[in-house]
């Protein structure tokens, strides 16, 4: 019997390892450790995490690397990215987007596709850019958002980032909304705060959302009631493996000898002359990953990261 008051415990999670990616659509509301959570909570995973942070206001793609994944969520990290968003002029916002509070208000002037098409270039290519205050970028140690909410001074200094598209897709009296392909470490809140700087009204982030993020670029995202919704067989078919996240990087087969010792972190000699010099993956004979190597100029092959990814038997 439960007396009046007693707190009911909630059932402990049976967590499991996993491995593999999900391709999933953020919410918008929801900060991206949360919806992280939310799926690892679903999926039973021991150990996850996602390849770039969308503020809570975005929606899109955001790939969850569970399990063995993990390790390759730098290299997703470092992908190119796109994005669809929408810009409101005349306002700006602490947080250069409508989660944060109104600094300043000034009147938009008249607007025309010339017009605005002739100031896109500036931001194409290569570019300095100055993240947001209100960022996920650390300064000694803690992310600058936190020192921006207790009301200290932050210094963002620029850095160089690289646009590699920026479309008006359409425009209104006081809005626009664009298309951005970029590189990694690109705020798209900084774009539109200094696209509205240059027109000299201000502007702010409305909407904004994730379209795809290399390898990835015709995604098929899941949502998260989706998700919640499906039964646990069919929740673990979303899974792709984790040898998805690695498509177009430089590859090397080995054989059931290399591969082991590959596999206990010896190093290879002289195994991929064939190749480039730099980074590539090495798979079994079965096309199953084993890590990500460094290859020298000789072909000979240094271990960088093995996967020790669980036998889907392990899943249940």
Not at 71 to 92: D, P, Q, S
Not at 133 to 151: D, F, H, T
Not at 201 to 219: D, M
Not at 256 to 279: F, I, K, T
Request: proline letters at 7%.
């Amino acid at each position: 019997m439960v007396r009046h008051g007693q707190r009911i415990a909630k059932p402990r999670v049976a967590w499991r390892p996993l491995d593999g990616i999900l391709l999933l659509d953020k919410p918008t509301g929801l900060s991206s450790n949360h919806a992280l959570q939310r799926v690892r909570h679903l999926l039973r995973a021991e150990k996850g995490g996602h390849t770039g942070s969308l503020d809570p206001l975005a929606t899109g793609l955001l790939p969850i690397c569970l399990g063995e994944a993990t390790k390759i969520a730098g290299h997703l990290l470092g992908g190119r990215k796109a994005y669809r968003t929408v810009a409101r002029l005349g306002v700006e916002t602490d947080t250069c987007d409508a989660d944060g509070q109104a600094v300043a208000n000034r009147p938009v002037p008249d607007l025309d596709r010339a017009r605005l098409e002739a100031l896109l270039p500036e931001w194409r290519g290569r570019i300095r850019q100055r993240p947001p205050i209100y960022s996920a970028l650390k300064q000694g140690g803690e992310p600058l958002y936190a020192k921006a909410r207790r009301g200290e001074t932050v210094e963002v200094g620029e850095r160089e980032v690289e646009i590699e598209s920026l479309r008006l897709l359409d425009f209104g009296p006081d809005w626009l909304a664009l298309e951005v392909v970029c590189g990694s470490g690109t705020y798209i809140r900084s774009l539109v705060r200094d696209l509205g700087s240059r027109l000299g009204c201000g502007a702010h982030v409305i909407e904004l959302r994730r379209l795809w993020v290399e390898p990835f670029r015709q995604p098929q995202m899941i949502e998260l009631d989706a998700l919640a919704a499906l039964p646990e067989a069919q929740r673990l078919a979303c899974l792709l493996p984790l040898e998805a996240g690695l498509v177009g990087l430089p590859s090397l087969v080995l054989d059931a000898a290399d591969a082991a010792r590959l596999a206990h972190g010896q190093r290879l000699p002289v195994s991929a002359a064939h190749l480039a010099p730099g980074e590539a993956v090495a798979y079994d004979a079965e096309a199953r990953a084993i890590g990500l190597v460094e290859i020298d100029p000789t072909g000979a092959v240094t271990p960088r990261r093995i996967f020790r990814q669980s036998a889907p038997t392990d899943h249940a």
